[in-house]
C-alpha cells in the first residue's frame, strides 16, 4: 500500500506536462548539402501538420520511412514534404536513388 | 502494388548497406523507437528500488517451507488437451516443419536473392532468434522437440539401425565432465560476436553457411559423445532455451523419481520426480509425465545439478543483450573512438566484466550472510539463475517492437522466400503496417517489463538463499549485496534505453 503511494507519487512528480496542448502546424526548412542534411534530426510532436521545404544541391528523391512518402527535388528550386505525424518513433530519411540516410525525423508521443 | 514490394526490398537492402557500415553492425532492421525521456528513466530507476523492498518484506514475514511447493496444474488431466498434445500428428508434423524450416533457409541463403528479399535473415533473426525465444520464456520451451538437429539427427539414428547397425550413430565417447557447458558458452560467445559485430550478419548466404557449419559441429558432437551428452553442454541454442524454459510458465515433470536415477541431467533433489529433464521425459511411462501449468520464473529457483560453466553461460547471455543496447550509445561512440578498444574486444571483455562484478558480489553476499555450505562455488551457480529474469525482461523490452515491425515482413516473405517474384500463398504484396504500438506505450512497457523482471529477480535471489542459508535472519542480510547488483544492472538497462540512439 505504502509502495503504491510511493510510486504513484512519483509518477505525477516526475512526469511533466504534455507537449503544449493542441497539434501546431510546422514549418521546417531543411537543407542537403554533399549528402549531409540539416539539421540532422527533426523533431515535431505526435499529430503536428509537417512541411519540410527541401532544398539539395543535387537532384534526388528524398524518402521518409515509416511515413513511406517520398518527394523529389531538383537544385535550385523549392519542394515540399507535407504530412501529418500521425506516427510516432524515430524514421530515417534517406536518399532513395542511392539509399543514403541523411537524416532522422523524431516524433514524440503526446 | 509494385512499388510497395520495391520499397520493402528497398528496406531489406538499407539494411544490408547499414550492416557494412562499420558503427552499426546490428543484425536487424529499424524498429522506430525512440529513446525514453529523462523523467521517465528516473521513475523506472526509483520504483526499481522502491519495490526491490517488496519481496524483501514479504520474505520477512513468513519463512518460506519448500521452493519446490508452487501452484502446479497438469494439462494432461484434462484428457481433450492430453490426446491433441501429445497426438503423433502435432508433434511429428511440428518437427517436420521445423527441418523444412531449416531447409528453406539454408536454400534461399543459397541460391536466393543476395541484395534483399529474402527469407534467410528475416526468418533467422527475427521469426527464431527473438520470436521464438520470447514464445520460450512465456509459453514453454519447444525446442528439445523441433530442435531441426536433434530432428535429423533421430531420423538418421533410426534409419541407421533399421539398417541392421545395432550400435546406432552414438559412439559415446566419455565427455570429460570438468569441461562442463563451456563448449556452449564458448558458441553462444562466437553467435553474439554475428549478431552484433559481424557486418555481414543479414548477408543471405552468411546465414546459410553458419547454419551450415553449426550443424557440422552439432551432428559430430552427438555422434561422438551421444545426443542427450552434446545438446546439454555444447549445443548453445540447447542450453539456451533450456534456460529460457525455466522462466515459462509450464513445465514437463516426470512423477516417479526413480526414472530420473542415474540420469545426469536431473538435480540431487529436485523435490520428488524431475523437472524439464527431457531426458527422462522421454523415457517416463506416459500416466508419469505431466505437463504442468505454473507460476512464472519459479524453475530458475529448483535446486539443479549446475555443471562447471553454468554461471558463466548466463552472464554470457545477459551481456551480449546489454551489448546489443550498448552499441547504438554515444558512449560506446566514443569508447571507440578514444581508446583501442573495438566491437570484437568488446563482445569478449563485457562478458569478462560482468562475470567478475557477479563473482565479487556473490563472494560479499556469501560474507554478509556467514558463509554456507558448498562453498563459493555453489552460490556463484546457485544465484546465476536469479539473474535470468532480468535478462528476459531487456530482451523483450528491446526487441519487441522488431517482432512488431519486422515480424510483419514474414507474411510476405513466404510466398516469395528466394525473392524470385514467386507469390506461392498470395501474400507477396503484403505491406507491413507501422505504428501498431505508439511510442508512448512502447516507452512505459519498456520501463515496466525492466522494472518487472528486476523485481522477479530479487524475489528469486531471496528464494535462493533461503534455500542455501537455511535462516531467514542470514538470508535476509545476504540479500544485500545482491540487490545493490540488481539495482546497478537495472539501472545500466534503462540507461541504455534513454540514450540517442547514433548508428
Known amino acids: 500500500m505504502v509502495i503504491v503511494l510511493i510510486l504513484g507519487g512519483l509518477f505525477f512528480l516526475l512526469r511533466p506536462d504534455t507537449p503544449s496542448g493542441v497539434p501546431r502546424d510546422r514549418t521546417i526548412a531543411v537543407s542537403i548539402e554533399d549528402g549531409e542534411m540539416r ?61 543514403r540516410e541523411l537524416g532522422v525525423l523524431q516524433v514524440r508521443p503526446r | 502494388m509494385q512499388t510497395s514490394r520495391v520499397a520493402v526490398a528497398a528496406l531489406a537492402f538499407s539494411f544490408i548497406l547499414a550492416g557494412a557500415r562499420p558503427a552499426l553492425a546490428h543484425g536487424f532492421g529499424p524498429t522506430y523507437d525512440i529513446p525514453i525521456p529523462l523523467w521517465l528513466y528516473l521513475y523506472g530507476a526509483a520504483a526499481a528500488v522502491v519495490l526491490s523492498f517488496l519481496p524483501l518484506a514479504l520474505f520477512y514475514r513468513k519463512e518460506r517451507d519448500s521452493p519446490y511447493r ?54 533467422v533473426w527475427v521469426t527464431w532468434w527473438v520470436g521464438f525465444s520470447l514464445f ?33 550413430l552414438e559412439f559415446d565417447e566419455p565427455y570429460p565432465e570438468a569441461l562442463g557447458i563451456w563448449p556452449a558458452v564458448g558458441l553462444y560467445l562466437v553467435f553474439v560476436w554475428i549478431e552484433n559485430v559481424f557486418s555481414g550478419s543479414y548477408v543471405p548466404r552468411n546465414i546459410a553457411l553458419f547454419a551450415l557449419a553449426y550443424s557440422l559441429i552439432t551432428l559430430y558432437g552427438m555422434a561422438f559423445f551421444g545426443k542427450e551428452t552434446w545438446l546439454r553442454r555444447g549445443d548453445a541454442f540447447s542450453v539456451f532455451f533450456g534456460l529460457l524454459g525455466r522462466f515459462a510458465p509450464t513445465e514437463a515433470r516426470v ?48 535446486a539443479e545439478k549446475v555443471m562447471p560453466g553454468g554461471a558463466a553461460f548466463v552472464i554470457v547471455v545477459l551481456a551480449g543483450v546489454t551489448f546489443d543496447g550498448l552499441l547504438e550509445t554515444p558512449l560506446w561512440l566514443e569508447i571507440v573512438r578514444l581508446t583501442p578498444l573495438t566491437q570484437t574486444l568488446g563482445t569478449i571483455l563485457l562478458p569478462l566484466l560482468f562475470f567478475g ?85 512502447v516507452w512505459y512497457s519498456q520501463v515496466a517489463l525492466i522494472v518487472a523482471g528486476h523485481v522477479i529477480a530479487v524475489y528469486l535471489a531471496h528464494s535462493i538463499s533461503l534455500r542455501l542459508l537455511r535462516d531467514p535472519g542470514r538470508a535476509l542480510r545476504s540479500q544485500l549485496p545482491m540487490l545493490v547488483l540488481m539495482v546497478l544492472y537495472t539501472m545500466t538497462s534503462l540507461w541504455i534505453l534513454a540514450q540517442p540512439i547514433v548508428e
Open chain 2, 255 to 302: 512423477k516417479d523419481p526413480d526414472v530420473c536415477l542415474g540420469c545426469d541431467g536431473c538435480g540431487d533433489d529436485a523435490g520428488g520426480g524431475c523437472v524439464n529433464c527431457y531426458k527422462c521425459f522421454a523415457r517416463a511411462a506416459p500416466d508419469e509425465r505431466e505437463l504442468n501449468l505454473r507460476p512464472p520464473a519459479v524453475g530458475l529457483g529448483l
Open chain 1, 39 to 99: 539539421p540532422a534530426e527533426i523533431f515535431v510532436n505526435e499529430d503536428d501538420s509537417v512541411t519540410l521545404r527541401l532544398r539539395s544541391d543535387r537532384p534526388m528523391e528524398i524518402h521518409l520511412h515509416g511515413y513511406d512518402v517520398e518527394q523529389e527535388v531538383e537544385p535550385g528550386q523549392k519542394a515540399s514534404l507535407r504530412f501529418r505525424a500521425d506516427l510516432t518513433g524515430r524514421f530515417e530519411i534517406e536518399d532513395h536513388g542511392s539509399e
Open chain 2, 136 to 168: 520460450t520464456a512465456f509459453v514453454g520451451n519447444l525446442w528439445p522437440l523441433v530442435n531441426p538437429w536433434r530432428v535429423v539427427f533421430d531420423w538418421a539414428e533410426g534409419l541407421v539401425r533399421r539398417l541392421g547397425y545395432r550400435d546406432g
Open chain 2, 70 to 123: 508452487y501452484p502446479r496444474l497438469d494439462l494432461f488431466r484434462i484428457r481433450f488437451l492430453k490426446k491433441v498434445l501429445t497426438s503423433r500428428l502435432l508433434t511429428g508434423g511440428l518437427r517436420l516443419l521445423s527441418v523444412a524450416l531449416f531447409l528453406v533457409v539454408v536454400i534461399a541463403g543459397l541460391v536466393g536473392l543476395q541484395s534483399g528479399y529474402n527469407f534467410a535473415p528475416t526468418f
Open chain 2, 357 to 441: 562484478l557477479y563473482l565479487g558480489f556473490v563472494e560479499l553476499s556469501r560474507f554478509l550472510g556467514g558463509g554456507g555450505e558448498g562453498g563459493f562455488r555453489r552460490f556463484a551457480a546457485a544465484y546465476a539463475f536469479s539473474l535470468v529474469p532480468i535478462t528476459i525482461a531487456y530482451q523483450v523490452a528491446h526487441y519487441y517492437t522488431y517482432l512488431l515491425v519486422q515480424g510483419q515482413m514474414m507474411v510476405s516473405l513466404v510466398s516469395d522466400p528466394l525473392g524470385w517474384g514467386w507469390n506461392l500463398f498470395g501474400t507477396a504484396d503484403f505491406e507491413p503496417r507501422y505504428g501498431i504500438v505508439g511510442a508512448g506505450f
